[in-house]
Structures are given as C-alpha cells and as structure tokens.
C-alpha cells in the first residue's frame, strides 16, 4: 500500500521560510516521479516542484523559481520541499504527489496533474503578515 504523510505546514510572514516533509512508503523512487502540488481556495491545482524517477530532474513552476527547491532523502524514503522568500500568494494547501514516470523527468508529473497516481492528504502553508 502506497502512504504518503506531508508535514511541516504551517503559518509564517512574507519573507520567511518553511521546509515541508513528506515521508513516503510503498514506492520505488526508481520507477515514480514524486513532488508537490498545491491548492488555494477557488483555484486549479498547481504542480510547484517535482523530482523525475530515478533522483531524475527537477522541475518548478516559474513562480517559485529562485526561492524554493526539492530534495529526496531515498534511505529514509523522504521528500522535502524548501521554501525561502515566502509570499502572500504561496498561501495554499500543498500535496506531496506520486506517479510511474518512465523518463526520469520531474515535468512529466508537475505540469501534468491528472497524472498523480498517490495523493496526500496536504499540509496548509499560510503567508500573510
């Protein structure tokens, strides 16, 4: 059974940092893209940053480029999401997201959504002062 844990949300002012943990089981990080996405209320769901299988390339949306950046801890099945400079429009619900990925690239899950093959269950990062 695939579990996929988020933690590390929480509140902080504009200009801050976070660093977001999601503590995976039951993949194969050899065989699955693994990222972020996030939601903010009455918007689509957005991919941030994405790691293509085999600890492939990464990849970010424009709007976090320069401030946030992935990592996977493959011993401890670990990713995290580091977040510096925080803006009041980074505010969301963030999901560590899961999906076979045969190229070792971090695009083919973080601009294709519909592709999320495991969710969880998200952690709320609010930025406002």
């Known amino acids: 059974e695939v579990q996929l844990v988020e933690s590390g949300g929480g509140s902080v002012q504009p200009g801050g940092s976070l660093t977001l943990s999601c503590a995976h089981s039951g993949l194969d990080l050899n065989d699955y893209a693994i990222g972020w996405f996030r939601q903010a209320p009455g918007k689509e769901r957005e991919g941030v940053a994405c790691i293509g299988s085999g600890d492939g390339t990464r990849w970010f949306t424009d709007s976090v480029k320069g401030r946030f950046s992935v990592s996977s801890d493959i011993a401890n099945n670990m990713v995290y999401l580091q977040m510096y400079r925080l803006k009041p429009e980074d505010t969301a619900n963030y999901y560590c997201?899961?999906?076979?990925?045969?190229?070792?690239?971090?695009?083919?899950?973080?601009?294709?959504?519909?592709?999320?093959?495991?969710w969880g269950q998200g952690t709320q990062v609010t930025v406002s002062s």
């Open positions: 997201v899961a999906a076979s990925d045969d190229y070792g690239l971090g695009q083919s899950l973080c601009r294709f959504p519909q592709r999320g093959r495991y």
